[in-house]
């Protein structure tokens, strides 16, 4: 994972108590579209298992539907 995008997730965890939400993308974390996955083939996925999904061999070769 990218410095910058740690640097992003270790602010969001000063939040208040109580708070349950992450926002998966901090670009557009209002807003469902297409950054999630862009993050995702920048190596700045939030969720552990997304980014092993990405980097195994059988979706290394397949284009994401959702990225273009």
Same mark, same amino acid.
């Given at each position: 994972?990218?410095?910058?995008?740690?640097?992003?997730?270790?602010?969001?965890?000063?939040? *208040?108590?109580?708070?349950?939400?992450?926002?998966?993308? *901090?670009?557009?974390?209002?807003?469902?579209?297409?950054?999630?996955?862009?993050?995702?083939?920048?190596?700045?996925?939030?969720?552990?298992?997304?980014?092993?999904?990405?980097? =195994?061999?059988? =979706? =290394?070769?397949?284009?994401? *539907?959702?990225?273009?």
């Amino acid at each position: 994972m990218l410095s910058k995008y740690v640097c992003i997730l270790v602010r969001e965890q000063n939040c *208040p108590q109580g708070s349950t939400l992450n926002s998966l993308d *901090p670009t557009t974390s209002g807003i469902f579209d297409k950054n999630y996955f862009t993050n995702l083939q920048t190596n700045e996925g939030l969720l552990q298992y997304d980014q092993e999904l990405l980097s =195994a061999s059988e =979706a =290394a070769h397949h284009d994401c *539907p959702h990225c273009q």
